[in-house]
């Protein structure tokens, strides 16, 4: 499996990989508490999907006690290059430019945008 078929993630994997990366070191429960409030899934249904990212490669899990703890093997900067080096793979050199546009325009505001016009006036 190509890396960045690997760190592709689905809504879900998106979502619970948001509470990781901001936890550090979490439990499934922990996750699913974050969750349930907004979509009512099952706990296992979590429980999944977290043993699927460790299959992958994007989550480590050690059990201490009875409780199995996760934390992320891949930063969310990592998983946003492989989605934009994906987007280039598909549609060649030129996305790169209407990326940039969208983003300027309507994506991104505030130092976030400060920062990739910093960037490009380093180019």
Do not use: C
């Not at 936890?23 to 499934?28: A, F, G, I, L, P």
């Not at 998983?79 to 325009?105: E, M, N, T, W």
């Amino acid at each position: 499996m190509r890396k960045q078929d690997r760190l592709r993630l689905g809504d879900l994997e998106a979502e619970i990989m948001g509470y990781v990366w901001r936890s550090r070191r979490t439990t499934v429960r922990e996750v699913w508490e974050q969750i349930y409030e907004k979509r009512k899934i099952a706990y296992t249904t979590v429980m999944t999907v977290m043993n699927r990212l460790t299959q992958k490669g994007i989550l480590s899990r050690e059990k201490i006690g009875v409780t199995y703890y996760y934390t992320p093997v891949v930063t969310k900067t990592q998983v946003i290059h492989a989605y934009i080096d994906d987007l280039v793979a598909r549609f060649g050199q030129g996305a790169a430019s209407p990326l940039v546009k969208r983003l300027l325009s309507e994506g991104v505001a505030g130092a976030d945008k400060e920062k990739i016009l910093e960037i490009i006036n380093k180019m």
